[in-house]
């Protein structure tokens, strides 16, 4: 099979752009290099488009063309009706230098196509007997996709040959007694593939695309502009030229009136449409249409064989307007001494054979082994799955199968490679001395002294491997300090487990800490389960109500600690654990140990490191610029809308104690962003408990006289029914049951006014 497209291997940049864009897969990935696959190649050009390296390059044929014109045979040129499209000089002088640079004739191939179509339009009758739905056989692309990939379709596709062809005969035909050259020029590549196809051969000597041309004339100092302008020589088309777009031919053929096929054309163009529509004829999706008229490419206009920069629809706008000047063909056959009907005359074969060929698709790997395949980049189950296309291929196992076949390599896998990657980043980070500790610590919201000093132990904590007691009231973000501890130490890329004390049965708490072996107990689940330990192996375990263990547990746990061991239940021998433990408690450790319910032994092991984590009534600094991130935090998380807090609620939120600390703090700020329908949280939105509070300790705490505390009592709930009220004195003065003269007094007396 020729070799159209060639892969230029030290200037590939491995990007992977072509093998995106190849329709079949056709390019295999060696050493990271993509090369094409001849075998499989459906010659579209899509790789060589799409590379901007110019690591793919078209098979260039002009130096043959230039022999043949220097040849002492009569050399014909067969342009393709998008001809126009190419060059901005008008049709007319693109003939005229074809044949200053030594072609004899110059004809375009549209009276090959109005052959193909009376020929068709002679079997209609047969098609519409036939239930098949018919594939177009024009275009060189598509009939490569169904001889190499879509050999079930074989019997879908019409016999007849190109229009290029039908040409080439018709007109070495007519010259029988002649040597001839025959040379066609189009924009696509797929015509240097078909003119060697073994039914087609010896019809085309050569198929240049019009960028070949160019470099012809640009060889020969040809400068379109200066060139005289000559019509085409016939064979002209009885009904005009045809247009390079698909639906042209069937509408020649005058298919869409036609009663009988009753609207059973569909027209398909571009290489995400076609092969939609061969999946569908394939898997029988779809309703029956007598003829699908089928171009790979978005019309002859779009083919890789001509310039990159011209944009479609000026390509489109070109050929329409040539198309319906025609100043290129000539007014009569009588210019020419030859005429259309001699040519038209003549007995032509216009059939051509099909062959199902080799397919990469017939090497298919058992599930066994594309999972041994898949495992190599990290996908273990169908969710590691992506299936992201960035490789090439739709699915990760289609990608398997091929890295099964050789054609590609199985680590070719970009988020796997990410993975890779960041996870090498971040060892390296590590091994040369950085932490990302300081980043992490911004995770800790607050900027009251108390905070600073907890941040600048989280961080000493966080570079040393030695056991850490948190200490603090529920919801002072304990859990949130072992993260970051363990997130910012050489531990991070090892798991972090979590084991909260308090809510596991004390007695399944040894065996979920531990592991047990299969038949440990009754129940016990086969192959045994490793522990929370074992788990944590390398990286950090992080013993939450570390004060609610059980005692008996305790001594468990403190040889687990002192051997660095641990026993699963009804296992033999112990198992080697190299594990950091972040402990952490709400209740107070010294009276646990009076009370005789935890172990002073244990407590001194664990009580390496200690962190007291303030309440947030004793750092009431922080309220604010909590309030500002917690909200943030949570309409990001919850997708939540965005509000303000209005002065008078962050003040009541500074004035109340928290209990619940940060927690309770988060759960009232999702609440008032859950419900509050206004933009802006006002003090009403609040609960009762939490302004009355506010409003009573606040005053009671000033050490004021009664009287002073009334005044501002009265002052802080006038300006709050204001608001409430929008400013509306009358249901002010209705909702504190006063009349409007006294609320005026009332708002004089507190310069509300
Ligand atoms: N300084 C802080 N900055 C930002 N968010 C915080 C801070 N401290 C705690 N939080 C947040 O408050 C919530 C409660 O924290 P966390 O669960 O860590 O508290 P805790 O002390 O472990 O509570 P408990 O003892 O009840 O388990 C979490 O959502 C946490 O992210």
Redesign the pocket.
């Known amino acids: 099979m020729l070799s159209v497209v060639k892969s230029k291997e030290e200037l590939c940049k491995k990007c992977f752009n072509c093998l995106r864009a190849c329709p079949v897969n056709a390019i295999k990935v060696i050493d990271g290099g993509a090369e094409i696959i001849k075998e499989d190649c459906v010659k579209c050009g899509l790789c060589y488009k799409v590379c901007s390296q110019e690591a793919k390059q078209l098979k260039e044929d002009i130096n043959e063309v230039e022999r043949l014109l220097d040849s002492k045979k009569k050399t014909v040129a067969l342009l393709d009706p998008s001809f126009p499209a190419a060059f901005d000089s008008g049709a007319d002088k693109v003939i005229g230098a074809l044949k200053k640079v030594g072609f004899d004739e110059v004809c375009d191939i549209s009276a090959g196509a109005e052959l193909i179509i009376s020929e068709f339009n002679k079997n209609n009758k047969d098609i519409l007997k036939s239930d098949e739905i018919l594939l177009s056989s024009v275009c060189p692309v598509i009939c490569n996709l169904i001889e190499h990939h879509y050999n079930d379709l074989l019997c879908n596709i019409t016999r007849f040959v190109s229009p290029m062809i039908a040409m080439a005969r018709l007109v070495r035909n007519y010259y029988k007694d002649e040597e001839l050259n025959v040379v066609f020029i189009g924009a696509c590549i797929g015509k240097k593939d078909e003119i060697e196809h073994e039914c087609l051969k010896n019809s085309v000597d050569v198929a240049i695309t019009f960028t070949e041309l160019k470099k012809i004339f640009a060889n020969k100092s040809i400068d379109l502009k200066n060139e005289v302008s000559l019509p085409l020589d016939p064979p002209y088309p009885e009904n005009g030229p045809v247009l390079p777009f698909a639906g042209e031919l069937s509408k020649l053929a005058k298919m869409q009136d036609s009663d009988a096929l009753d609207n059973r054309i569909m027209t398909v163009e571009g290489k995400d449409d076609v092969l939609e529509v061969l999946e569908a004829i394939r898997n029988q999706e779809i309703q029956k249409p007598a003829l699908i008229d089928i171009l790979f490419c978005k019309g002859c206009i779009s083919g890789p064989g001509l310039d990159r920069d011209i944009s479609y629809y000026e390509r489109k706008r070109r050929v329409i307007q040539s198309h319906n000047d025609r100043s290129y063909y000539s007014s009569s056959d009588s210019e020419s001494e030859k005429s259309t009907s001699d040519f038209k005359a003549q007995k032509i074969n216009l059939n051509r054979c099909f062959m199902g060929k080799y397919s990469q698709d017939n090497l298919q790997p058992t599930e066994e082994e594309l999972r041994e395949i898949l495992k190599r980049t990290d996908k273990f189950s169908d969710e590691d799955e992506l299936n992201c296309g960035v490789c090439g291929y739709d699915t990760c196992k289609q990608k398997a199968a091929a890295a099964y076949s050789g054609i590609s390599e199985a680590e070719m896998c970009w988020p796997y490679m990410q993975n890779k990657v960041s996870s090498d980043i971040k060892k390296h980070k590590l091994e040369s001395g950085y932490n990302n500790a300081h980043e992490k610590l911004k ?4 900027v009251s002294q108390k ?1 600073e000093n ?1 941040k600048s132990f989280v961080y000493k904590a966080s570079q040393s491997d030695s056991t850490v007691l ?1 200490l ?12 970051i501890i363990h997130e910012s130490s050489k531990r991070c890329d090892k798991p972090f487990v979590k084991v ?1 004390c308090s809510s596991i049965a004390p007695t399944l708490l040894e065996s979920e800490l531990f592991g047990y072996e299969e038949g440990a107990f009754t129940g016990a689940l086969k192959g045994g389960k490793t522990g929370k330990f074992e788990q944590a192996h390398g990286g950090t375990i992080f013993l ?2 570390i004060g609610d263990m059980p005692l008996e547990m305790q001594s468990n746990l403190l040889s687990a600690l002192q051997d660095k061991t641990i026993q699963r239940l009804g296992g033999a021998s112990p198992v080697d654990v190299d594990v950091r433990v972040i402990a ?3 209740k107070n450790l010294s009276n646990q140990i009076k009370k005789g319910k935890f172990r002073e032994d244990l407590f001194y092991r664990l009580n390496v490191l200690n962190i007291t ?1 303030p309440p947030l009534r004793e750092r009431k600094d ?1 309220t604010v610029v ?1 309030v500002e ?2 909200k943030k ?1 949570l309409c990001v998380e919850k997708n939540l809308p965005k509000k303000q807090f209005h002065p008078k609620v962050l003040e009541a939120f500074y004035n109340y104690d928290w209990p ?4 309770e ?2 759960n009232m700020i999702e609440r008032l962003l859950n419900l509050v329908e206004d933009r802006i949280v006002y003090l009403h939105h609040l609960p009762d408990y939490l302004v009355k509070n506010n409003i009573v300790e606040h005053h009671v705490t000033s050490k004021r006289g009664l009287d002073d505390i009334m005044d501002s009592v009265e002052k802080e709930t006038l300006e709050l029914v204001l608001e409430k009220t929008n400013n509306n004195r009358t249901k002010a003065a209705e909702l504190l049951g006063i009349h409007r003269t006294s609320l005026y007094k009332k708002l004089r007396k507190h310069k509300l006014l």
């Open positions: 995770e800790i919201v607050g905070v907890t948190l603090g009231e529920s919801g002072t973000g304990k859990g949130l300090y072992a993260q909260d939450d109500e952490a408690t709400n984590l922080d909590l991130e917690l935090k619940g600390n940060i927690r703090m988060e």
